[in-house]
């Protein structure tokens, strides 16, 4: 069974930061992408950066400059570490591990809160 566990998700306020982790077990072969979507209410889902296994990164425009997406390929883990957070930074985060178009998955989800 493939598990994406995250944790770091809470209530912070404006100009708080947050670190999201993500550790994916069950997964015998190596993950091309691992990276983070989030969905607030009445919003579709939406990517918020994407890191491969060699490094490449990319983000949402409007995160650029605020997050850092890294990993850990030894540990199957990726992070999102979340500066400058905003109001409109709330939303339920995902962590998404992409093997190929086979094989790819999701995590439960966790809730960030931005707010005074």
């Known amino acids: 069974q493939v598990q994406l566990v995250e944790s770091g998700g809470g209530l912070v306020q404006p100009g708080g930061s947050l670190r999201l982790s993500c550790a994916a077990s069950?997964?015998?072969?190596?993950?091309?992408?691992m990276g983070w979507y989030r969905q607030a209410p009445g919003n579709q889902r939406e990517m918020v950066a994407r890191i491969t296994s060699g490094g490449s990164t990319n983000y949402r425009d409007s995160v650029k400059g605020r997050f850092t997406v890294s990993r850990d390929n030894a540990k199957n883990t990726v992070y999102l570490q979340m500066n400058s957070l905003k109001p409109e930074d709330t939303a339920v985060y995902y962590c998404y591990a992409y093997l190929n178009w086979r094989d790819d998955y999701w995590g439960q989800g966790t809730q960030v809160t931005v707010s005074s």
């Open positions: 069950g997964i015998t072969f190596s993950i091309n992408i």
